[in-house]
C-alpha cells in the first residue's frame, strides 16, 4: 500500500462530499477558561451514523467497481465503523456483512441492524474476528474494508481535518484519538500537508497505551489487553497508519480512564452535545497538561457521539 | 399585571437579541420515524445558561432603570432562573441576589456562583423561599425577578417561539413543558397571535400534575408534594401564567417519569446532544400518543439541557 498524499484525500473529500455531514466546529468559552487556551472542536459526533467513521466507509464504498458492489462488502469492528460501513453499503444498494465482538455495545450493534446489514458475532479478540471475517470473504467472495488498513478510508478519515482547517486555518495544534490509527494517519497527512507548522498530537488512553509505546519504541508493539473505557481505542495500530504516524506525527500522549471521563462530562455539561469516551481523551491530556499547550489554538477532533449509557453510567 | 400581547413581546425580542443566543432548529430523522411525525426541536439547552430562561431573565433586567439597577435584583429559583439572573445581572453589573433551595441540584449552584451572584440557601419549600426572599428585599431594596409570574419574563421566554415560528412557520402543533407557566404562557400568546391555527399543547409529568389538574378543573391548583425527575417543573403555576392558559392553550397531557426518562435518552442517542429530564416530557408525550400527533408538523422547545448526571444516573 502506498501512502496517500494530500491530493488523494481532496479527491476523496470532493467523492463523499454528497454522503456525509459538514459537521460544525463548536467552541466553549467556559472550556476555554479552565483549560487556559482556545479548543475548535470538530464535532463528528453528528456525523451520520454518529462518528468520523462515515468518511472513510463512504469513500470506500463509492470507490468500488459494478462488479464489486455485487459481491458486497464485509469487516469487522468493535462498533463504529461497523455502523458506518452498513449505512455506506445500503447508500450504494449492496450487502454489508459485519463481524463484531460479542461484547459489543448494544447502541453500536442496534445500530448496524437498523442499517440493514448482516451481523455476524465472534469471541472478542483479534484472531477469531480475522478467522470469522477470511469464511465471510471466502462464501461470498465481498470485499474487505478494513477498519483503519485501508488507504480508501485513511483519505476519507482525512477529510474532516480538510474542514476543519478551512474554517479554522491557524491553529497550532491537532489531537486526535488513536486507536487502529485510521484517523489520525489521516489527520497528520491532511495537516502536516496543508501547513507543516501544525504540530499533530496523537492521544491515547493509558489503558491501551500500545500506539503510545510503538511511537515512544519505533516498533510497532500489539495491543494486548487493553483496559480502558474508551471501547472505540482498543486495537493495536495497522503497518501503514504507523509509517504514516512515524513520518507525520509529531508526539503522543496519554491520558487515564479518570481523566477522560472527567473531560467526556464537561463536554457534556458544558457543550449540551454528547461525545462517547473515546473522544474525549484529547481534552483530557489538554486539561491534565496546560503548561504543554497554555495559550495556544488547538484542534480536537470529537471522534464520535454513541455512548452506551446504561453501561457506562458507573462512571458518571 | 396586564397579559401581554405579540407588539410587547416583539420590543422583548428587539430589546434582548444582543445577548441571546439565536438557537438552532434540529430535526432528527430517526426520532420523526419512530414517532411518526415531523419534530422541529427549538435547542433552548443551547442558549446561554443552558436554558430559554436566560431570554426572560434578560428582558427583566434589560429594562430596569438605572435607579433599579443600582440595587440589584434578587429571585427564588428552583435552578435555570437562578442562573439565568445571575448572568444577565452581570452582563448589567448589577447584583443577583439567589434564593435557591438546599437540594437545588449541585451543577445549577456551580453555574449560579460561577456568574458572581450570591446565593442565599433555604428550606426546599415555597413558604421558606418567599419568606427569604422578602427579608432580602426589605434588606437590599433589590427588585424581586420572580421565575414566571411577571410579564417581562413572560414576553421574554415567548422570544423562542417568534424565532421557531420564523424558522418553521407552518407548524400544526407546538408543545412545551410547563412548570410555572412562565414559557407555557408566553409560547401560547406567541404562536396564537402569529398563527390561530397552531394548536398549543403543555407538556407536564405525572408526578407533578397540578397544571393539568387546574386547567382541567378550570381551577388554580396547587402543587403540592411532586415527586418527578422533572426538577425544572415543580412549582405551581402563576395565577397570571393561568389566564394566559386558559386564553391561549388548548389541551395539557402528561408523561410519567418512565416515558420521560425514555424520551431524553432517544434525544441524547439519536441527536447527540444533552437535555435536561424537563426538556423531555413533550417528546414522551408525543411517543406515547401516537395516533394523536401521526403524521403532524410539531415545534417543541427543548427548555434546557442542565443535567445532573451524577444525580440521575440511577434512572438511565
Request: charged share 20%; hydrophobic share 40%; proline share 4%.
Amino acid at each position: 500500500m502506498q501512502i496517500p498524499n494530500l491530493a488523494d484525500i481532496q479527491i476523496a473529500h470532493e467523492r463523499i462530499k454528497p454522503f456525509i455531514h459538514r459537521t460544525p466546529v463548536l467552541c466553549s468559552e467556559k472550556i476555554n477558561q479552565i483549560a487556559e487556551c482556545e479548543i475548535y472542536f470538530k464535532c463528528e459526533n453528528f456525523q451520520k451514523v454518529g462518528a468520523f467513521k462515515y468518511r472513510g466507509a463512504t469513500n470506500a464504498l463509492q470507490s468500488l467497481s459494478e462488479a464489486e458492489l455485487t459481491l458486497g462488502v464485509c469487516t469487522h469492528s468493535s462498533g463504529n465503523h461497523a455502523a458506518a460501513l452498513a449505512l455506506a453499503a445500503q447508500k450504494r444498494n449492496t450487502k454489508a456483512y459485519i463481524v463484531m465482538p460479542s461484547n459489543a455495545p448494544k447502541v453500536k450493534i442496534d445500530a448496524v441492524l437498523s442499517y440493514g446489514a448482516e451481523i455476524i458475532f465472534c469471541e472478542p479478540n483479534i484472531r477469531a474476528r480475522e478467522t470469522t471475517l477470511q469464511t465471510i470473504v471466502d462464501k461470498y467472495g465481498s470485499t474487505f474494508i478494513h477498519p483503519f488498513k485501508d488507504t480508501r478510508v485513511i483519505c476519507g478519515q482525512a477529510t474532516a481535518t480538510i474542514e476543519l482547517l478551512e474554517e479554522t486555518p491557524t491553529l497550532g495544534y491537532i489531537i486526535v484519538p488513536v486507536g487502529g490509527g485510521g484517523l489520525l494517519s489521516g489527520t497528520s497527512i491532511s495537516a502536516k500537508s496543508i501547513n507543516p507548522n501544525i504540530k499533530v498530537i496523537a492521544a491515547e488512553p493509558t489503558g491501551a497505551d500500545d500506539a503510545y509505546r510503538s511511537v515512544k519504541t519505533g516498533e510497532l508493539v500489539a495491543s494486548q489487553t487493553p483496559n480502558t473505557i474508551c471501547d472505540g481505542l482498543l486495537t493495536t495500530i495497522g503497518e501503514i497508519n504507523f509509517e504514516i504516524i512515524k513520518q507525520y506525527v509529531d508526539d503522543i500522549m496519554l491520558a487515564d480512564d479518570t481523566q477522560i471521563v472527567e473531560a467526556m462530562l464537561l463536554i457534556w455539561t458544558r457543550m449540551k452535545i454528547v461525545v462517547e469516551p473515546s473522544s474525549a481523551v484529547a481534552l483530557a491530556i489538554i486539561l491534565n497538561n496546560k503548561d504543554y499547550f497554555r495559550n495556544t489554538k488547538i484542534g480536537v477532533i470529537l471522534s464520535g457521539g454513541n455512548v452506551d449509557f446504561s453501561k457506562i453510567k458507573s462512571y458518571i
